[in-house]
């Protein structure tokens, strides 16, 4: 006798009468939008519609974040301009940074998100200081976009009671020597593949996620008056999330290598079978063959032995910062100009160490040429 009676009828659903005289079932709640359900009722199908038209789920898939939510926030800012114009490897770092953030704090209103809350982010990563910077600079970029947008009134990065980890003391990854390069070129000749790479990193002095980019569509040749073609190779870095163009010219040193090869068809660092690779990839390739060369030190050691040899060739930090793509108004560049100064001056004043005099350097022939007139 009860179970024949009528159940009573989910919240939100009406059972409207359309201008073709038929009947359907359809979710509205109060005054909003109707959400027509199409399979038939009583079924597990229209059960399912009838739970995503009153939750706002889409069917079958994963919530819809709420406009008020960090989720949100999130994907608003990677349709942006701000986020496309980031280096691809940048964007890609911050998107990792993010899938572990958001797993918990994605429905989070991005309103309530304050300075405290930056603070433990990166005390919860105190002990990988790099991953704690990272994570500071996918906050920054996201609510300083949002405070331009006016989702938010205040930037919680920029309190200045954060305390943004320090930068451990040393030199980073050790430079190569002028030994170490000729040990490796004993090991891989040329006609190698390792050795157009050693020779593309050194003469170029690219990032490794730039250097397997660089190909022959980035030299433009010219021929001078006297016969000779001048090449230069013009292409656009991917540090900080900033796009710099480099230019620089391609000596015959490096255009010998490529030319003996091998390379592939559009980026001269490629792989056994002659395809690109990927800057991680290359990486761990040109520490191996190092390693077999017997040297234990990385792709950005050459890098720094490529900084070095310009600046004790006389580079200014104005050049350097060109030709190796740095935008930190001097600052990496004054390392190596400050090292080569340095090793010059100690070079030119190591004599007055004698203080028995007898090493002291010849006097230039003018002051010699007078010396003899006085005699």
């Known amino acids: 006798m009860i179970s024949d009676m009528p159940r009573p009828r989910p919240p939100h659903l009406q059972h409207e009468k359309t201008r073709h005289g038929k009947y359907v079932w359809v979710v509205r709640i109060g005054k909003g939008p109707r959400t027509r359900i199409q399979a038939p009722y009583g079924t597990p199908e229209f059960n399912a519609e009838y739970q995503a038209a009153v939750t706002g789920e889409p069917l079958g898939g994963k919530p819809s974040a709420s406009r008020a939510s960090l989720q949100w926030l999130w994907d608003s800012y990677r349709e942006t301009g701000v986020w496309t114009g980031l280096a691809a490897s940048t964007r890609r770092q911050r998107e990792n940074i993010m899938l572990h953030v958001l797993k918990d704090a994605g429905p989070t209103p991005y309103a309530a998100i304050q300075a405290q809350h930056i603070q433990a982010g990166l005390d919860r990563r105190a002990t990988t200081p790099a991953a704690a910077r990272n994570f500071l600079d996918t906050m920054k970029g996201m609510f300083r976009w949002a405070k331009k947008r006016k989702h938010v009134k205040t930037d919680p990065t920029a309190d200045a009671d954060i305390e943004a980890p320090k930068r451990k003391k040393g030199k ?5 020597t002028r030994e170490d390069v000729e040990t490796y070129r004993r090991r891989w000749p040329l006609g190698t593949r390792q050795r157009v790479w050693l020779d593309v990193l050194l003469y170029t002095g690219p990032r490794r996620g730039d250097a397997v980019q660089i190909g022959r569509q980035h030299v433009k040749q010219t021929l001078n008056p006297d016969g000779a073609i001048s090449r230069v190779a013009t292409f656009k870095t991917e540090k900080s999330g900033e796009l710099v163009t480099v230019t620089m010219p391609i000596l015959d040193v490096l255009w010998q290598t490529l030319e003996i090869g091998p390379t592939g068809d559009l980026t001269w660092i490629c792989g056994a079978r002659g395809r690109p690779l990927a800057k991680e ?16 030190k990385s792709a950005h050691g050459v890098r720094k032995i490529a900084a070095t040899i310009a600046a004790e060739n006389g580079a200014t930090e104005k050049e350097l910062d060109a030709l190796f793509g740095w935008v930190d108004g001097g600052r990496t560049s004054g390392i190596y100009t400050r090292e080569a100064n340095r090793a010059r001056l100690a070079t030119q004043a190591g004599h007055k160490l004698d203080e028995t005099g007898t090493s002291m350097p010849a006097p230039p022939r003018v002051v010699r040429a007078i010396s003899e007139k006085i005699k």
């Open 172 to 176: 980073g990854f050790p430079a190569w």
């Open 281 to 296: 990839a290359f990486g761990n390739d040109f520490s191996e063959a190092a390693r077999q060369a017997g040297i234990k």
